[in-house]
């Protein structure tokens, strides 16, 4: 009784045994439309992050809508087949959702900055970003990627009415669809987004299931059908060609030179304008008020920034006469390298290596950021490297290591705050070398760094391993930096008296280092057997940075 739909069914595709053709081509079906959908999944996060960036709740919030959404057009799909098993539907339906993941490129940042604005502070933004991307995610992708839902369920009826038994048409439906999802896997993270851009990205799954669905529509449709679905097809190769490589937002109050995705994130260079003192700034994903790099037009230091703490590192090591060795993990666009060599190179001299996991942001270092042999020329870079794998392996041991690197603009990531980590730059230190590293500390006004739970954890965290920590508050910044030191004695003292006699050397660098010798500014931290250590098990650093943004939600720096 349930195969007879009388005409609803769509004889001419639909009866058993009209033929192998048509079953490849609906496992054909399948194939691509499960490629389609991983890549659609894995590019949404590439096409949200210049407004939403790419932390952990973003991903969830991706996530989630995709399950909810191929949920929903699983359950629909089964109905539908089973009172409509019609070829012609099915192909309008896989058209439809092309259409739609073709529009999705071009609507995300008219969307996006409706819900937040591209110069709100990150600590007033932080709410909004997560909840933004998901109704972002539902509004671009939910109906879409409900329709391509549908596609499975749907094949596996049509394979049926085809004489396949259901069994074996629902396996080989779901296993064309799994290996479809593999190249859907792969394509966007290795080849597409970094080569073309998540944009382009999502035009080609557009068009992929444009042209899978003309088939079925030439067959069996009307000619409006035919002429309307090939109309798509040209519509949509002709966006591919334009959007080729192309950046997505604009440079938010300054001059965008440079945008384009890479394997890892969305990489531009904004320049500011000249009434803003013309600095070149390197913004990753969202942007917003936050730069991973900075170069100010004829000067060295940044005016008070956090990368200009980092040169008190020399003078903070126990002296010697060789050159200093030091270890930069999170390079970035090379800010630090290229105050650090104005200061310490010739005398006493410098070497220096420098990690940084995406060879794209050193690629506009050396274009828009003077990362040159000239300005660095004791620099050895080592691109598309993690700074943790790279420093065990490392065979060196350094007089300085310094640790700046963010996975997104608000986590460091966690393997670089536990335990074993700090273990590990303690074995790379030379005695009496020093360590710092750079944690975003939100605040209003006068608030102890301890207070917050991410300095609070990576502190006493540090202070397991090397005795004590001394923290440093940027001023105007919201930025902490921790210096902690080897010593064969295992307290970690720094001696500041010390600094204060060599800063004398450097005029530029006095006031930072009176700065850092006030007992009102600098806070050391004994390591405290009962406050929390991070470790390679546990280390929430997601969950304590939405924490401290929250409490400090609707403040400005």
């Not at 064309?176 to 990205?201: C, D, E, K, N, Q």
């Not at 050396?366 to 598309?384: C, T």
């Not at 006095?510 to 007992?519: C, L, N, V």
Request: hydrophobic letters at 45%; charged letters at 15%; a negative charge.
């Amino acid at each position: 009784m349930t195969e007879n739909h009388d005409s609803r069914i769509d004889v001419s595709t639909a009866r058993p045994g009209s033929g192998r053709g048509r079953a490849v081509y609906l496992w054909s079906l399948a194939f691509v439309c499960g490629a389609a959908t991983m890549m659609v999944e894995l590019t949404i996060v590439r096409l949200l992050a210049p407004f939403f960036g790419q932390t952990v709740f973003v991903w969830t919030n991706i996530i989630g809508v995709v399950l909810a959404a191929l949920s929903l057009g699983y359950f629909v799909g089964g109905r539908l087949a089973d009172r409509y098993p019609s070829q012609r539907l099915l192909s309008s339906i896989i058209l439809a959702a092309g259409l739609g993941i073709a529009a999705a490129p071009f609507l995300a940042q008219p969307f996006a900055r409706f819900l937040i604005a591209e110069d709100l502070p990150l600590q007033q933004a932080f709410d909004l970003l997560n909840r933004s991307s998901f109704a972002v995610t539902c509004m671009l992708f939910g109906l879409p990627l409900a329709l391509l839902g549908v596609v499975s369920p749907f094949v596996v009826k049509l394979i049926h009415l085809q004489g396949t038994t259901v069994g074996r048409g629902a396996g080989s439906v779901y296993a064309l669809s799994t290996i479809g999802s593999l190249f859907g896997t792969f394509l966007p993270t290795h080849f597409l987004v970094p080569a073309y851009g998540a944009r382009t990205t999502l035009l080609i799954a557009a068009t992929a299931l444009t042209a899978i669905a003309l088939p079925g529509l030439w067959r069996n449709g009307r000619r409006g059908a035919r002429v309307g679905s090939t109309a798509a097809l040209g519509v949509l190769l002709s966006l591919v060609a334009m959007t080729w490589s192309q950046g997505v937002v604009d440079g938010g109050g300054g001059t965008l030179l440079f945008a384009r995705d890479s394997a890892y994130q969305y990489v531009r260079v904004v320049e500011r304008p000249p009434e803003e003192g013309g600095a070149i700034e390197l913004k990753l994903n969202e942007g917003l008020d936050s730069f991973h790099s900075v170069l100010v037009p004829n000067q060295i230091l940044t005016g008070g920034l956090y990368y200009d703490y980092f040169n008190l590192m020399p003078l903070l090591r126990d002296k010697t006469e060789a050159p200093i060795r030091g270890l930069i993990i999170g390079l970035a666009a090379g800010t630090v390298s290229r105050q650090l060599h104005h200061f310490f190179d010739p005398e006493p001299g410098l070497e220096l290596e420098g990690v940084e996991i995406d060879p794209l942001t050193v690629e506009v270092g050396q274009r828009y950021f003077d990362l040159s042999p000239a300005s660095h020329p004791h620099l050895r870079i080592i691109p598309d490297q993690d700074g943790r794998i790279f420093l065990e392996h490392s065979p060196s041991r350094y007089d300085l290591i310094v640790i700046d690197a963010y996975a997104q603009q608000v986590y460091i990531p966690f393997h670089l705050v536990s335990r074993e980590f700090f273990e590990e730059t303690r074995e790379h230190l030379v005695p009496g070398g020093i360590g710092a590293m750079n944690v975003g500390f939100y605040r209003t006004g006068p608030v102890e760094p301890m207070s917050d739970p991410v300095v609070a954890g990576i502190a006493n965290t540090a202070a397991s391993t090397f005795g004590r920590v001394h923290l440093v508050p940027v001023e105007n910044s919201r930025n902490v930096i921790l210096f902690f030191r080897r010593d064969d004695i295992g307290t970690g003292e720094i001696d500041l008296e010390a600094l204060s006699r060599g800063a004398s050397d450097y005029p530029e660098l006095a006031s930072m280092a009176q700065y850092f010798t006030r007992s009102s500014t600098v806070r050391t931290h004994i390591f405290d057997p009962g406050l929390p250590v991070f470790t390679d098990d546990w280390a929430p650093i997601e969950r304590l940075s939405e924490a401290s943004l929250k409490r400090q939600s609707g403040t400005v720096q």
